[in-house]
C-alpha cells in the first residue's frame, strides 16, 4: 500500500471513530452528564437551606406557653399562659442584663464575673421571696451533655415540680445548628413552643424527654417531629411548616449568647449556676437549694 493510500486510511478511521464513539467514551460521556446533574442537585440544596434561614424574620410572635424571655415555664399547677410582657419580639431589640455574679470555676470554667441572665432574680433576693425555688434550664435538643442531664435528672426535677418544691423554666437555644445543615436545633425549639400551647405540663415533659431520647439516630425532618407531638395530644405540622416561632427561637439563642449562656446544658436555681460537673450531682445540689430556703 502506497504512503498516500494508508494516509487516507488513516483519516478515513480517525473520522469513523469520531463519529461513532466507543462503549468506553460513550460511558465518560455519561459519567459526565451524571457528575453535571449531581453539582446541580447540591447546588440547588445549599440554596435552599440557606433560603430558609434567611426567610427566617427578625421579629415574631410570643406563644401563650413562653414568657419574653422565650422561657417555658412549668409549675405544680401546670405550663404558665400567657406570661409575657411582650406580644412580640425582635432580634435587633435583645436586652441586656445590667447584673452580674461570679459562678464556681466548675460552672463556668472561669471564676470571673459573668452575666446572670435576664429573668432571673438575684440570689440574695431570691432566697427571701417565699417562692418555690426556680430552676432554669438552658438546654439545645441536639446537645448530648443536655441530653444526658435531662435523662438523668427527668424524674427528679418532675417529682420536686408536683410536689411544689421548684418551678423549672426551659430555654430552648440552637448553638449546635451552626453547623447542621437541617436546622435540627431551631426546629425542634420551634416545635417545643407548639406541643406547650397545646398540653398538659406532663404530656410536654414526655415529650420532651423523647426528642432527647431519639438523639444518635439522625436529624429528625418535621413530619417525624409531628408525628412524636400527636402521640402526647398535639397537632403541630402548620408550626413546624410555617416556621411560625422561629423569630422567637433565634432570639432566645442570642439574647442568651449576650448574657452569660455561652454553652449548654446551662442550669440555675434562684440565681445561682449549677456547679456540675456531673449531671447525677444536680438532684443534691437543688435538694440543698430547697432546704436552706425552707428555713427562711
Request: with cysteine; aromatic share 6%.
Amino acid at each position: 500500500m502506497s504512503n498516500d493510500a494508508r494516509e487516507k486510511a488513516r483519516q478515513i478511521a480517525a473520522k469513523q471513530a469520531r463519529n461513532n464513539p466507543t462503549k468506553s467514551n460513550r460511558r465518560l460521556l455519561q459519567l459526565g452528564v451524571l457528575a453535571v446533574v449531581l453539582v446541580a442537585v447540591i447546588i440547588i440544596g445549599f440554596v435552599f437551606i440557606n433560603g430558609q434561614k434567611q426567610d427566617i424574620p427578625k421579629a415574631g410572635p410570643v406563644p401563650a406557653s413562653a414568657n419574653e424571655y422565650g422561657g417555658i415555664v412549668i409549675t405544680k399547677d401546670g405550663i404558665v399562659k400567657n406570661a409575657s410582657q411582650q406580644d412580640q419580639r425582635d432580634a435587633d431589640n435583645l436586652g441586656t442584663s445590667d447584673t452580674t455574679i461570679t459562678p464556681s470555676a466548675e460552672a463556668s470554667g472561669s471564676a470571673s464575673p459573668q452575666a446572670l441572665p435576664l429573668g432571673l432574680e438575684k440570689a440574695e433576693e431570691a432566697k427571701k421571696n417565699g417562692k418555690p425555688v426556680h430552676v432554669v434550664i438552658f438546654q439545645d435538643f441536639n446537645c448530648h451533655h443536655c441530653r444526658d442531664f435531662e435523662q438523668t435528672n427527668y424524674e427528679t426535677i418532675k417529682k420536686l415540680v408536683e410536689d411544689g418544691s421548684i418551678t423549672v423554666e426551659y430555654r430552648n437555644m440552637i448553638i449546635l445548628d451552626r453547623g447542621s445543615p437541617t436546622q435540627y436545633s431551631a426546629r425542634t425549639a420551634n416545635a417545643a413552643y407548639a406541643v406547650a400551647n397545646q398540653v398538659s405540663a406532663d404530656k410536654y415533659l414526655e415529650f420532651q424527654k423523647e426528642l432527647f431520647d431519639r438523639q444518635g439516630g439522625g436529624d429528625l425532618n418535621n413530619q417525624q417531629i409531628a408525628d412524636i407531638a400527636a402521640k402526647y395530644g398535639a397537632n403541630i405540622s402548620s408550626d413546624l411548616n410555617d416556621n411560625k416561632w422561629r423569630p422567637l427561637v433565634n432570639v432566645v439563642n442570642a439574647e442568651s449568647l449576650n448574657n452569660g449562656v455561652h454553652g449548654t446544658p446551662a442550669i440555675y436555681a434562684d440565681g445561682e449556676q449549677f456547679p456540675g460537673p456531673k449531671p447525677e450531682d444536680f438532684s443534691k445540689w437543688v435538694q440543698g437549694k430547697i432546704d436552706a430556703k425552707k428555713q427562711q
